[in-house]
């Protein structure tokens, strides 16, 4: 592993509230524990049982919800490339998962501003994966098991348990976002 | 005439989607790794070493480099002295229906309405050219939407000239931000009408990465928005360096004395290709 992530700050998943608060936009960190998988199709649906007034398949209060449809594991293997989707597209669903508490997000590229209000609002966090990197990933993940919308196939909904997942810290509980800072970096 | 069963055709194509899933090709691994010799940015270059050990674990494990073995896109050129006994289109769909489901590469193919997924990853979207000879190429362009998706297409009015088309072209993969997985490779196609510079444009990523058009004044243009890209310092996954583009691969076709057509498709770090000669 080279240098730089010698340095990641290991947190345990999921997230508890003293290490939500101290993490700060820009701090690069080591993910192990458990989350929840979702993308498009997992969204949708969950959207569409809220709408109908219907339980969720999972109780997301507090949770990790990573954004992936992984590739299908050969025999023998936990999980195939499962690195991270782009996030803005999850964007018109978040505020609604983080009013039942969804406490934090993981995908690659920047969040709407809606989204980064209702995550301030509710001290939740958005983190980025390393995009591109799903068979180095793969490796990162212990254990996947399906949880809901199996025939959704890559777009269903898994429940991973992670090893010294690498990420980045997006948005902070306290409203910062890093890749506006660096923008504003660069045009000062 | 040459003839060339279906089947033959099937095989190649089942082969191209497999490898080029888990097998980045030389031109791209040989451009991140230089990359990484000139980047500014730390972060960056360990990132960038963990994209070439990713393709390096892809590769001794086939396991997809990235999860997103996208929607196939072939290029297949015809040459006039061939027949191919059979249905080749068909053939080409059950070539990459078999390669996805044998080499446990994902589908990511569905109904645009239904979002109904297809389970198969077909079909892939086809261009057939036809050209002298007695040999047949086939080109393998898993096209991950990451990327795709931050694609776009301006008809510009030709007042807008060449630095139009430079402003365009970086104000485009600027606004993509960390969308597409950067460092991108970006195909631009300028000319034609609206579909033609559409399909130059993604013609273009099929040349080897960093190669120069054979035109001069191309060439300078291609160079030109190259550094302005890296200059912006958006940099590996947007999190700032000085290697947001790896190559800018642009391509040129005589259009209406009222248009300037300009297509941006962009294409991630992840730039997967295969092509064979039968």
């Avoid at chain 2, 060439?219 to 700032?240: D, F, K, M």
């Avoid at chain 2, 290697?243 to 004395?257: D, G």
């Amino acid at each position: 592993m080279p240098d730089v992530f010698d340095q990641l700050r290991k947190i345990t998943l999921p997230l508890d509230e003293e290490v939500i608060a101290s993490l700060r936009a820009g701090d690069l960190v080591s993910l192990s524990g458990s989350l929840y998988t979702g993308r498009d199709q997992t969204h949708r649906r969950l959207c569409a049982l809220l709408d109908e007034g219907k339980p969720l398949p999972v109780d997301l209060a507090g949770q990790l919800l990573y954004y992936v449809g992984p590739s299908p594991a050969r025999p023998g293997q936990v999980v195939g490339a499962a690195g991270p989707t782009t996030s803005y597209r999850m964007d018109a669903y978040t505020p609604r998962l983080i009013a039942l508490g969804l406490r934090a997000t993981m995908g690659k590229g920047a969040r709407a501003m809606e989204v980064r209000q209702a995550m301030q609002a509710a001290g939740a966090i958005y983190l980025a994966a390393i995009g591109g990197a799903g068979a180095f990933l793969s490796g990162c993940v212990k254990a996947c098991e399906l949880v809901a919308f199996a025939d959704a196939g890559p777009e269903a909904m898994f429940r991973f348990v992670v090893e010294d997942f690498p990420a980045v810290v997006i948005n902070d509980a306290q409203g910062r976002d890093f890749y506006e800072i660096l923008r504003e970096a660069r045009q000062s | 005439m040459r003839e060339l069963s279906a089947e033959t055709v099937t095989l190649a194509l089942r082969d191209l989607a497999m490898a080029a899933a888990w097998d980045l090709e030389e031109d791209i691994s040989a451009a991140l790794a230089a990359a990484r010799e000139r980047e500014t940015s730390s972060l960056a270059r360990d990132l960038l070493g963990i994209l070439l050990e990713n393709a390096e674990i892809a590769r001794r494990e086939r396991l997809p480099i990235c999860q997103d073995t996208g929607v196939g896109v072939v290029f297949v050129e015809l040459g006039q002295q061939v027949v191919v006994r059979g249905d080749l289109m068909a053939a080409i769909q059950e070539g990459v229906r078999l390669g996805y489901q044998e080499g446990f590469l994902r589908n990511s193919v569905c109904d645009p309405l239904t979002r109904k997924n297809t389970n198969t990853n077909t079909p892939a979207v086809v261009h057939v050219e036809s050209v002298p000879g007695d040999r047949l190429r086939l080109s393998f362009l898993p096209k991950g939407c990451g990327s795709e998706n931050m694609s776009s297409l301006a008809m510009l009015p030709p007042s807008a000239g060449v630095a139009g088309i430079v402003d365009f072209v970086v104000d485009r993969v600027v606004a993509a931000g960390s969308n597409p997985c950067p460092p991108v490779v970006v195909g631009v196609g300028v000319g034609g009408t609206f579909e033609k510079a559409a399909c130059i444009a993604k013609q273009a990523l099929l040349r080897p990465v960093g190669q120069r058009h054979p035109r001069a004044d191309v060439a300078a243009l291609e160079a030109e928005i190259l550094a302005r890209l890296n200059h912006i310092g958006q940099g590996v996954q947007g999190l700032g360096g000085n290697n947001t583009a790896l190559a800018v691969h642009l391509e040129v076709y005589p259009t209406h004395i009222a248009s300037l057509p300009v297509a941006v498709n962009i294409q991630c770090h992840a730039h997967r290709h295969k092509a064979c000669l039968l």
